[in-house]
């Protein structure tokens, strides 16, 4: 096996460390209760799966589906379609998520701009929509023939009227360039950190501080299509409460799950691949020894490359 650069922190499994988390993954044959998912990773398949759950128990639905592209996964794989067939495909698997959900539960799925569209037409069936988030995804070295592709959408949809959104817990802090003052001299809407002047600003659906999983960062793994912890902290913060329930049928290696038990609520997902199980179970376990989440501290999201933000981890 190839060594590792010394910075490279990106997360493998010995073959003792893959018998060991085995151990703790769920297989699913007949309809359970509750308690018997709670907080663990069910290594199955999603169509299967669902079916099996219990009614009404997700107060927070999290999906990031393969997208409408060629893409290879470990020891899966999915082809690119026809819009109208992918849109059939979404459907196939999402409706049966809607008896899982709480009357008052969100549901957020991601996607890029090849397959937006079509998680909104099938989407809006089920569900009320109420935002589409575009964030920045700054990664690769671009393309020569046509506009790099460097964001992603993630809709924002709501089985009811009545919902949980926690404004307050999800406000950025973002360097001011130009300061304002008072006639008196006094910071306004502004502090100062230091060499920093900070403001704590509402977060938009525009985000460009979030930093896609690369291999000097403690939480990425191989996976193809990670997503980052802090982007999951977003939007667990905002569309949850502690002792919630979190639910993700496409977990890959686990991020929904490991943010979710960082930050006090329950949690489930399933995922077909045992290797991503086990980085799953292996992010878990590390989770234990350390919850934090890059880029978010004492209850504030740090705009990306601030200062602050780039001591973090180090």
């Given at each position: 096996?190839?060594?590792?650069?010394?910075?490279?922190?990106?997360?493998?499994?010995?073959?003792?460390?893959?018998?060991?988390?085995?151990?703790?993954?769920?297989?699913?044959?007949?309809?359970?209760?509750?308690?018997?998912?709670?907080?663990?990773?069910?290594?199955?398949?999603?169509?299967?799966?669902?079916?099996?759950?219990?009614?009404?128990?997700?107060?927070?639905?999290?999906?990031?589906?393969?997208?409408?592209?060629?893409?290879?996964?470990?020891?899966?794989?999915?082809?690119?379609?026809?819009?109208?067939?992918?849109?059939?495909?979404?459907?196939?698997?999402?409706?049966?998520?809607?008896?899982?959900?709480?009357?008052?539960?969100?549901?957020?799925?991601?996607?890029?701009?090849?397959?937006?569209?079509?998680?909104?037409?099938?989407?809006?069936?089920?569900?009320?929509?109420?935002?589409?988030?575009?964030?920045?995804?700054?990664?690769?070295?671009?393309?020569?023939?046509?506009?790099?592709?460097?964001?992603?959408?993630?809709?924002?949809?709501?089985?009811?009227?009545?919902?949980?959104?926690?404004?307050?817990?999800?406000?950025?802090?973002?360097?001011?360039?130009?300061?304002?003052?008072?006639?008196?001299?006094?910071?306004?809407?502004w502090t100062n950190h230091g060499k920093e002047n900070y403001r704590i600003t509402f977060?938009?659906?525009?985000?460009?501080?979030?930093?896609?999983?690369?291999?000097?960062?403690?939480?990425?793994?191989?996976?193809?299509?990670?997503?980052?912890?802090?982007?999951?902290?977003?939007?667990?913060?905002?569309?949850?409460?502690?002792?919630?329930?979190?639910?993700?049928?496409?977990?890959?290696?686990?991020?929904?799950?490991?943010?979710?038990?960082?930050?006090?609520?329950?949690?489930?997902?399933?995922?077909?691949?045992?290797?991503?199980?086990?980085?799953?179970?292996?992010?878990?376990?590390?989770?234990?020894?350390?919850?934090?989440?890059?880029?978010?501290?004492?209850?504030?999201?740090?705009?990306?490359?601030?200062?602050?933000?780039?001591?973090?981890?180090?």
């Open positions: 096996m190839k060594q590792k650069a010394a910075l490279n922190r990106t997360l493998t499994l010995n073959r003792s460390e893959i018998l060991s988390f085995k151990k703790n993954l769920l297989a699913i044959s007949h309809k359970v209760e509750l308690d018997n998912i709670k907080n663990k990773i069910i290594k199955g398949d999603v169509f299967e799966v669902l079916d099996l759950l219990p009614d009404s128990f997700i107060d927070l639905l999290f999906i990031d589906p393969p997208y409408n592209l060629n893409k290879k996964f470990n020891t899966g794989s999915f082809k690119s379609m026809a819009i109208s067939d992918y849109e059939s495909w979404i459907d196939s698997w999402l409706l049966k998520t809607v008896r899982l959900l709480k009357p008052n539960a969100s549901v957020y799925i991601c996607g890029d701009w090849k397959s937006s569209s079509a998680i909104f037409n099938v989407s809006i069936k089920y569900f009320k929509v109420r935002n589409r988030i575009t964030w920045e995804r700054e990664k690769g070295r671009g393309a020569k023939t046509n506009w790099k592709n460097c964001s992603e959408d993630i809709w924002f949809f709501t089985k009811s009227d009545n919902y949980v959104f926690n404004i307050d817990s999800v406000k950025i802090k973002r360097r001011v360039m130009a300061p304002y003052r008072t006639e008196s001299g006094e910071p306004k809407d977060p938009s659906n525009l985000w460009t501080d979030i930093t896609v999983p690369f291999w000097s960062m403690p939480e990425n793994t191989n996976h193809p299509t990670q997503k980052p912890e802090k982007l999951l902290a977003k939007i667990i913060l905002a569309s949850s409460n502690p002792g919630d329930f979190v639910f993700d049928p496409f977990l890959g290696v686990g991020t929904t799950a490991v943010v979710a038990k960082k930050l006090g609520r329950n949690f489930s997902g399933i995922e077909l691949d045992e290797i991503y199980c086990c980085l799953a179970e292996k992010r878990l376990s590390l989770a234990d020894v350390n919850n934090s989440i890059q880029g978010y501290e004492h209850g504030i999201f740090w705009e990306r490359n601030s200062f602050r933000y780039q001591k973090k981890d180090k």
